[in-house]
Each structure stands twice: as structure tokens, then as C-alpha cells.
């Protein structure tokens, strides 16, 4: 019975990409959003063996001009996402941080992927304001994470 049923809490895993040198993260932007938000999908359990390696497919897709170290976990978290509202249901996602390891030189060489827009480079401090709303929670684990 679709009533009695356990609520589900669907899994993605978002990544900030970062610079720690220059104290930036990369974000991507979707032209039907005013705001920014992390690179980030569904786990699927059909390619994905670990978050780690959805980690590294998420970034692969949406910001494929870049190479980055494997991620790690930051933090866990529910996400307030429209596409759940007014259900039981919800996401639980998955923060995790991946250093951007390619030539510095480049690190203005992004080109977005698909499922995206536009890739830009913002400060460690400008992220929480420029955050879609469902990613604010992730621009605060961010900014605990990397405070100076």
C-alpha cells in the first residue's frame, strides 16, 4: 500500500571542487536558476561503486576540462529539494571535496558539461551567497570545513 510505505530518502552526492591555494571552488550554474550549486547527481548504483567514484563521474560530466584528486566525505546532509515537496520523500546528500590538481596555469580553462550551463571559479567566501537555496546548507558545511 503506497499510503503505509516507509518514506524514501534518495542519495546524491555533490562535490566541491577547490583551489586551496587560491581559496576558490568551482560551481556550476543551469540557465533556468538565478543561483550557482556544486556539481552533483544521483548515486547510481548501477555505475557508481563507492560516493567516491560518483564523485569523480559527477565532475567528469559536468566540468569535463578538468582533472581532479579522488574525492573524499566532508559531510552528509537532507536537502529541502523542490522536486520533493509536499511528499514524505526527500534527498539525502553527500558532500564530498576533491583538490583540483591540474597545471595552475590553467585553472581559468573550465568549459561546462552536460547537464549544465556555465563553470566559474567563485571564492571560498562569496559561495554561501551565490548558492542556489537547496545548496545554502552545503555552503555552510563549506565555509565550517574551510574557515580560516
Known amino acids: 500500500n503506497v499510503v503505509n510505505r516507509q518514506s524514501?530518502?534518495?542519495?546524491?552526492v555533490d562535490v566541491a571542487v577547490i583551489h586551496k591555494i587560491s581559496q576558490h571552488v568551482i560551481l556550476v550554474g543551469k540557465s533556468n536558476e538565478t543561483?550557482?550549486?556544486?556539481?552533483?547527481?544521483?548515486?547510481?548504483?548501477t555505475v557508481?561503486?563507492?560516493?567516491?567514484?560518483?564523485?569523480?563521474?559527477?565532475?567528469?560530466?559536468?566540468?569535463?576540462?578538468?582533472?581532479?584528486?579522488?574525492?573524499?566525505?566532508?559531510?552528509?546532509?537532507?536537502?529541502k529539494d523542490w522536486?520533493?515537496?509536499?511528499?514524505?520523500?526527500?534527498?539525502?546528500t553527500i558532500l564530498l571535496s576533491a583538490q583540483y590538481s591540474g597545471d595552475y596555469s590553467l585553472i581559468s580553462d573550465l568549459s561546462?558539461?552536460?547537464?549544465?550551463?556555465w563553470v566559474r571559479w567563485f571564492g571560498f567566501k562569496q559561495v554561501p551567497d551565490v548558492l542556489v537555496p537547496e545548496h545554502k546548507v552545503l555552503g555552510e558545511i563549506m565555509r565550517n570545513h574551510w574557515h580560516d
Do not use: C, M
Not at 522536486?83 to 539525502?92: Q, S
Not at 561546462?112 to 550551463?117: I, L, M, N, Q
Open 8 to 12: 524514501i530518502g534518495y542519495l546524491t
Open 35 to 45: 543561483g550557482w550549486r556544486f556539481p552533483g547527481s544521483f548515486f547510481d548504483s
Open 83 to 92: 522536486r520533493y515537496r509536499g511528499t514524505r520523500d526527500g534527498i539525502v
Open 112 to 117: 561546462p558539461g552536460k547537464g549544465v550551463d
Open 48 to 79: 557508481d561503486n563507492s560516493y567516491e567514484d560518483a564523485g569523480i563521474r559527477v565532475v567528469n560530466k559536468e566540468v569535463p576540462t578538468i582533472t581532479i584528486d579522488r574525492p573524499r566525505l566532508i559531510a552528509s546532509t537532507k536537502i
